[in-house]
């Protein structure tokens, strides 16, 4: 019973630390684009500048939640969102990301300003200046950044819809044996990964502790994969902060759960096979190795994720932004039916990368609770 409130204290614990992980992420800062990178007529050279501009917008993250932008009149259709600083100084600071104005302006806010560098906060003077060393990062001070940004509110709003559902279909049960609405949807799905995955990899006896965490890491996953495909233009699962929040959850869970067994296999691998002074050589080498494993495969989960989920959304952009590009029909007509292609490939992807990092997380929870004798 411990052990189960322990895994839902740290999974509830991480999820909100998350937060924090996305708005200080300095991975993904924006390239400046010069005319002087592309070849071709100004014009093309002004198209494809807009282009990379545009998956640039898709791929980071931002303050405030764009729709789309009209680059004619310069006016961005969307919402403002919450940006909320703490600065070491002045404390909390709480105000609109309207105040930026998509970075053009300095935001003033209990009489200290704040500006956009790279999609990065910070305090500035009331001209927005910003001075660099000689590396080219910025000397003013960075509070810390704990806005509700584009990221942070597609993942809320993803726990939300992963609530009402669960809840509705728990309700559901109560009335009857079988379950109506979503769950007709995610009752099979439940006992997909329940028969499939969860008891397979990590026993029958033991495996029902783990099943909240796998059930919210499957959905999560997959419902921000398929909100990446939509024109909202969000990129949740492609920014690494996320994958790295979603690995150290699963790492902290296998440590916690590891047993005598678990830990007796990372640093004494030979067991009785062999005299101690025989296996002291032997353990200079393995021993490492074996510790070095258990960083290695959250690692392998964080970035699997992130890579596929990237690399797909850069594909997919560069391939509509094809479709403006060509100047005739036939590049434009092939651009389009490649994107559409991709598109359907994205699909698959989406809920292939859920069930892979469900799948992996269940088989280190096995690694960490297995017996000897069932190992045997």
């Known amino acids: 019973m411990q052990s189960k409130l322990a895994i839902k204290f740290l999974t509830v ?12 992420d300095h991975s993904n800062e924006h390239q400046e684009v010069s005319h002087e990178q592309h070849e071709g007529t100004p014009e093309q050279v002004s198209l494809k500048t807009k282009i990379k501009e545009s998956i640039n917008h898709h791929l980071l993250d931002s303050h405030d939640f764009t729709f789309f932008s009209d680059s004619e009149t310069g006016k961005h259709y969307g919402f403002p969102l919450p940006v909320i600083l703490w600065d070491q100084e002045d404390g909390i600071q709480l105000f609109s990301s309207s105040k930026f104005h998509h970075g053009d302006a ?10 956009l560098y790279h999609n990065k906060v910070y305090k500035t003077d009331a001209e927005g200046t910003i001075t660099l060393d000689d590396h080219h990062h910025p000397t003013q001070a960075k509070p810390l950044d704990f806005s509700i940004t584009k990221s942070v509110l597609m993942i809320l709003i993803t726990g939300i819809l992963m609530l009402l559902a669960f809840v509705g279909m728990a309700k559901s049960f109560k009335k009857g044996p ?3 609405g979503a769950g007709r949807f995610l009752e ?15 026993g029958e006896k033991k ?13 999560f996953v997959w419902f921000l994969n398929l909100f990446g495909l939509t024109p909202l233009g969000v990129n949740v699962t492609g920014n690494i902060a996320i994958t790295f929040a979603l690995a150290i959850m699963t790492f902290i869970i296998t440590q916690v759960s590891g047993n005598k067994n678990y830990w007796m296999h990372i640093f004494d691998p030979l067991g009785n096979s062999m005299p101690w002074y025989g296996k002291i050589p032997l353990y200079i080498i393995l021993i490492p190795i074996e510790i070095l494993g258990v960083f290695v495969k959250p690692f392998a989960l964080m970035i699997r994720l992130y890579a596929n989920i990237m690399a ?4 997919l952009m560069s391939l509509i932004g094809l479709i403006f590009v060509f100047q005739n029909w036939i590049g434009s007509s092939a651009s389009f039916v490649l994107s559409f292609a991709i598109s359907m490939i994205e699909l698959l992807v989406a809920l292939l990368q859920a069930y892979i990092f469900t799948m992996l ?3 280190y929870f096995g690694f960490a609770v297995v017996e000897h004798e069932e190992a045997h």
């Open 13 to 24: 614990i991480l999820f909100f630390f998350s937060f924090g992980l996305i708005a200080q």
């Open 106 to 115: 300095v935001a003033e806010n209990n009489g200290k300003y704040y500006t």
């Open 178 to 180: 079988i379950v109506t």
């Open 188 to 202: 099979p799905i439940i006992l997909y990964i329940r028969d499939d995955i969860a008891i397979p990899n990590i």
């Open 207 to 219: 495996h029902r502790k783990y099943m909240p965490y796998l059930l919210t890491i499957f959905f």
């Open 312 to 315: 797909g959304h850069i594909v």
């Open 361 to 363: 997380s269940a088989l």
